[in-house]
């Protein structure tokens, strides 16, 4: 059969990978080990689950094998093998669609990149590190014929039909000069242990064991197999036994993953539901977090038989970024991928588990706000968008998210926040609507200034969204700056006053303006600006109203502000003592721009506000 090429992509990945792996090429032993894993999973599955597959054999196990002479190392399994369309579509192309972004995120940094790998699931190529040239010899389990596909991993593969007695792969390298080290017994023995202790499946290692012979007063070499992982599940065993290793190992197995995690919770609940959830805290946020068709991280099992690994309703959406196990004993093996959803049982589990999570990371953040922080620098977003989605837990995260705020440095959270209120402060106060720069000088802050209060800076796009429908934490009152009736919280007895004096000017700045605001008021929260712009309550705010429209929804009216004029201000004082002057409807337009200009938003006809500006400036000079 003639040679078929590799998709494009695959060349390049190939390349880039055994460039990349080069300072630690041991890591193809646990991908192919993996793999075997996966597929006797698979076939585990299909018997228990499908009547056509209920009467295959299944004695699983993989096989390690070296041939020290002839420099070759093999991966056997008796999983559910491959036919000549899965060794095409498996082994010739890239069908993930997160490979372009893997190719673009490749930093040539060999341990951020080995990292990558394992998480775009790029696996079986890393044997080239290894290997000049590869053999997948495959039967697909339920079917007759096998296929052996070849490659150097550089012009192509070839496929042609073999024999296999038993449904299964072997995959055999031959060892390049690199590779050579891997066809000892040793070496072999060491990394399964490290990487693959916990596959819940027995590999043997098959070598040539060198004993010594009394007899004959010399070392015969012995053909020898020997089971070299322990083949346990480890997450069944007690919490006590297992040591930090233990877990970080099986994360990294689990995940492909080379860097140690964050944390990880281990709960065995015994009751009316059995069940064993292990979850992994990742020290990085996963590269598709924010990608639509993320993987979901959880693999779910029932008594210890490996049921999907692909599910996105193990746990809530904003939890994507856990990783681990769901082993229950209570769901039935043929569980369907239809039926996860409604499941009550799995329902239990997937609530009782995120109470679970939160609440553990809530014990962190108190005990140890160092390492919490190195969590919520990476995954305070999507708490975030647990305050939006879950409203049952939103208690807690309120108490797991940070804020950024104009009294401290870095990150607060809302209890430290409401501990450091003032006396006869109303409210924690919040300010969103632009990038933190702006926001820190925004006009509506002055009152807090001045007042010395605390306001935090919610400069997170999706915080006006998420914090827009929450109005406490606990019992104190969250309120936004940026809306007009908080200012209330300032105002003082001398206000009618001031109002009933300025009243004469709002309505010729109103007039001068028409409709382009919304109304003109006295404003209690300027100290240094002459004037601000705000929204009312039941709106959003004018920037998020911005947002809205650029975003497609054109049908929404023109925001408009509501404009506040501060009556201490220099200019509104001048201003106020020359009402009839055609200057104040300059001066009324550039108060309202000159506001819009500090809270980021366009101005409407620049124009306009630049012959304003001048025929002002003439008038001073
Ligand atoms: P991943 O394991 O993340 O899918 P790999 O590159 O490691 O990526 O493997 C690609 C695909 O090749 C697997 O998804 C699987 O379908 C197939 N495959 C690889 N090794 C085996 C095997 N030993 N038995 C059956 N299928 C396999
Ligand atoms: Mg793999």
Redesign the pocket.
Known sequence: MAKQEFQTEVSQLLQLIIHSLYSHPEIFLR??I???S??LD?LRYLTVTDEVYKSLPFDPRIDLEVDEPNGTLT???S????NEE?LI???GTIA?SGTKNFLNQLSGDAKKDSNLIGQ??????SAFMVADSIE?V?RKAGEEKAWKWTSDGKSGFDIEPAERAAA??T?TLHLNEEGKQYANSWRLKEIVKKYSNHIAFPIYLTYDKSEWNEAEKKSDSVRTTEQVNAASALWRRNKSEITSDEYTELYKSIT?DSVDPLFWFHTRAEGSLDYTTLFFIPAKAPLDMYQAEYKGGVKLYVKRVFILDDSKDLLPQYLRFVRGIIDSEDLPLNVSRELLQQNRVLNSIKTASVKKILSELKSIATKDPDKYLEFITQYNRPMKEGLYTDHANREILLDLVRLKSTKVEGLTSLADAKARMQADQKAIYTITGGPESLLRTSPLLEIYKKKDIEVLILDDEVDEIVFGGIEKYGDTELKSVNKSATSEDFKSDEEPEQATALEPLLVRIKSALGDRVKDVRVSVRLADSPSCVVSDEEEPSIQLQQMLKAMGQPELPEPKPTLEINPDHEIVKKLLAKPEDTVVDDAAWLLLDQALLMEGLPLKEPAKFVQRLNRVLNLSI
């Open positions: 991908e192919l993996s793999n075997s996966d597929a698979k991966v056997s399994d999983g559910i093998g491959m899965d579509a498996h082994l993930r775009f699931g790029v696996g079986f190529y997948v495959s299964g792969t995959v492909g």
